[in-house]
């Protein structure tokens, strides 16, 4: 959990323009911080690296954030070099995440599932005609806006491992980029980045979340190695999710924009079940009571804003605005309260380098649904799709191991 009180930082003021208010994430490469814009007075999202982390992240913003425009690709604004670190502007996004949505309410309603399929297809059909991959398709890196009840407005972000299809490959193809469970199978073996490999991520993030079941982190080989189908999950959308998570490429959808024309049901309806509501507390309420400084007067915890004179400071435009997107610190750990805090509040805005720093991420069991009780694994007995591979003893303490078979989830022998 980041010290948002007694950083050093606090009120500190970043190329004469950004001041830091308050960290509301923290990753193995920087904070991100709320910050105030003195320029035109907004509250900002900001990441803070240090340079000699930020080199691959500025280049991806120059040479591809700025041609993806699309109103659901978080956008960053603007970057500052100072002495040795580095800030990221990008706007606010105060919903937190679609896994932090999950976790709070389980298998969602189909219309409401399907219209956050819909815009992330969408936001994915702009990137890959831009020749780009995301590789990290999940829910921790789909923030979404406060929206309560009304229709939600997704957030494509984390474009730390994406790559363009026909650009020199910044990482070793031996390197495994992405998040067990939405990892296609060609990507486990090695193969080029195809943007297909993207919508195997969101056929099984669409599984998710219409389950209510978080994917497995194995390898599937078989297309019908599937949770079971909710009754109020209509044929077209459910045969849309299980193509998309087809382990065959090629028998996926061509293209994001195919498989978009065909989630068109069910369509949105009003609703007051699902409430999306800003994860951060008001400004001020976790550093004291915050006061634009400007350049002279007091700060957070009555300290005086840094001098800038005499530091060597460079801000830079973007340019045109662009799209790469910010990455989700994800602070998952959904079974504590507490964790599930940190999770929505570093998932409101990051830079795309964080998802470097997780690619080592543990798999959290657990998140999968309800388990089967110990003791009842009894031989033959039917099992869980989320179960499969996990191992529970019987009545008379004889393990027992889920698999699956021939279409069936059930206890067998354990080796």
């Known amino acids: ?233 209509p044929d077209s959308l459910w045969h849309t999710v299980v193509r998309l998570a087809d382990p065959d490429i090629d028998r996926r959808p061509a293209s994001a924009r195919e498989a978009l024309a065909a989630l068109e049901q069910p369509a949105w309806q009003p609703q007051d079940r699902i409430e999306v509501r800003s994860d951060l507390p008001p400004v001020g309420q976790m550093s004291g009571d915050f006061r634009p400084t400007g350049a002279s007067t007091t700060a957070l915890d009555g300290a005086t804003t840094p001098a800038q004179a005499g530091r060597a400071t460079t801000a830079l435009p973007v340019g045109q605005p662009g799209g790469a997107a910010a990455g989700a610190v994800d602070r998952a750990a959904a079974r504590a309260a507490r964790a599930r805090r940190v999770q929505r509040l570093g998932a409101i805005v990051g830079a795309p380098l964080v998802a470097l720093a997780a690619l080592g991420a543990i798999w959290l069991p657990g998140d999968d649904g309800p388990k089967e009780t110990p003791g009842l694994a009894r031989m033959g007995a039917e099992c869980s799709w989320s179960d499969v591979g996990t191992t529970e003893n019987d009545q008379r303490g004889v393990p027992r191991v889920c698999t699956y078979a021939d279409g069936k989830y059930t206890w067998a022998a354990a080796e």
């Open 1 to 233: 959990m980041p010290n948002r009180i007694n950083s050093p930082f606090v009120g500190e003021v970043i190329a004469g323009r950004y001041e830091l208010i308050d960290m509301i994430g923290e990753g193995g490469m920087g904070g991100v911080w709320r910050a105030y814009d003195l320029r035109d007075g907004s509250i900002i999202a900001a990441k803070v690296l240090r340079q000699s982390d930020a080199g691959s992240l500025l280049r991806f913003m120059r040479e591809q954030g700025m041609r993806i425009h699309h109103p659901n690709v978080v956008t960053p604004m603007s970057w500052a070099g100072v002495d040795d670190r580095v800030l990221i502007a990008m706007p606010l996004v105060e919903g937190g995440s679609v896994s932090g949505l999950a976790s709070r309410y389980g298998k969602l309603p189909a219309p409401y599932a399907a219209e956050l399929l819909r815009q992330l297809l969408d936001a994915l059909a702009a990137v890959h005609e831009q020749g780009v991959v995301h590789r990290d398709i999940k829910p921790a890196n789909m923030l979404l806006s406060a929206t309560g009840t009304d229709r939600p407005h997704l957030w494509l972000t984390d474009f730390g491992v994406a790559v363009s299809v026909d650009a020199p490959r910044l990482t070793s193809h031996s390197i495994v980029m992405g998040t067990p469970g939405y990892l296609a199978p060609e990507q486990l073996r090695g193969h080029d980045p195809d943007p297909r490999s993207d919508l195997y991520a969101v056929g099984m993030m669409g599984i998710q979340l219409l389950t209510g079941h978080k994917p497995r982190a194995h390898v599937r080989t078989d297309a019908l190695d599937l949770p079971p189908r909710p009754d109020d999950v």
